[in-house]
């Protein structure tokens, strides 16, 4: 992040560069009518809340950046300006990173112990991203510059992050408390599952990049830390969705066919759900047949 920071504050001497930046929503303005073209045309939204990040599996921000005011040419003043939004937009997604939860209550940005662990991912994150459309309005001369991340998959933000979690034990045990896994004397069901879906619409629930699920003793029933890092890596720890429909089409490309749905009926914390024990064997027993839980075949229903 200092890095970041420290590139920014180059540029700004350097060049004495000006930037401009909006509060981006899921459109932008008439004056980039063209990158609203683009963005409708690879169905992309700017991302907003961590939430939409986590549910679109991509984290998108745009930047406009004006041209360095004593500019020779209309080249110059292009390429100045892009320049600006370009550091700007990296520097807005590092900014949006730190809000992203890493489990529990735990946030990127409050993390102690974590922190230089945490920072260094971003860091390298931020290299990884792509800047993926770029367009300069002649008329008010003004750059604007997308940038894009994954949050699954290779050089992703999810990747790094579970690198250095799940490579490094000690970081490990002091970000994620050990909990007692639920075990009890599994149940017959009347068909056989091989995914979840948790209805989490009536909690304050957050997706993070661990999402636990426990019983109403504290007993954890799906702890996503003892997931393989490979699926973590390429798929996260669930699918994140707004209905139960979605939830299914969406466990469907993970080769579920028949998930088991149940409610959510509280929260260990703002990223930890808790089900019923009715529910919870009902989970543990279907798993047993399975293993579901063992590929991250779930999926969480936000409100």
């Not at 661990?210 to 003892?226: A, L």
Request: with cysteine; aromatic share 6%.
């Amino acid at each position: 992040m200092k890095k970041i920071l420290l590139l920014i504050l180059v540029i700004l001497s350097l060049s004495s560069l000006v930037f401009a930046q909006q509060d981006m929503q899921a459109q932008l303005d008439q004056r980039f009518q063209s990158a609203n073209e683009w963005l409708n045309k690879n169905n992309l939204t700017i991302t907003s809340t961590p939430e939409q990040a986590f549910i679109n599996d991509y984290i998108l921000v745009a930047a406009e950046g004006l041209p360095k005011p004593n500019s020779r040419s209309p080249g110059q003043r292009r390429l100045t300006a892009e320049r600006a939004a370009t550091v700007l937009a990296y520097r807005q997604l590092a900014e949006f990173l730190e809000g992203i939860a890493v489990v529990g209550d735990t946030l990127v940005k409050d993390a102690e112990l974590q922190y230089d662990v945490v920072r260094t991912a971003v860091a390298g994150v931020v290299k990884g991203a792509q800047v993926v459309y770029k367009e300069y309005n002649d008329k008010e001369e003004t750059a604007l510059v997308i940038v894009k991340l994954g949050m699954t998959g290779p050089r992703s933000f999810s990747s790094i992050i579970y690198e250095k979690i799940m490579g490094d034990p000690k970081i490990k045990r002091d970000l994620i408390k050990p909990e007692p896994e639920f075990k009890t004397k599994p149940v017959k069901l009347e068909t056989n599952y091989d995914g979840l879906i948790i209805d989490a619409t009536e909690q304050n629930f957050r997706p993070a990049l661990i999402n636990r699920i426990f019983t109403p003793q504290g007993e954890v029933i799906y702890d996503p830390s003892k997931v393989s890092q490979k699926v973590l890596v390429e798929q996260g720890c669930g699918e994140y969705t707004n209905s139960i429909d979605k939830a299914k089409a969406a466990l469907e490309k993970r080769g579920v066919k028949n998930p088991l749905v149940v409610k959510a009926i509280g929260t260990v914390s703002p990223s930890d759900l808790q089900v019923s024990e009715e529910d919870a064997v009902k989970i543990f027993s279907a798993n047993q047949k399975s293993g579901f839980l063992a590929g991250a075949k779930v999926a969480f229903v936000l409100q």
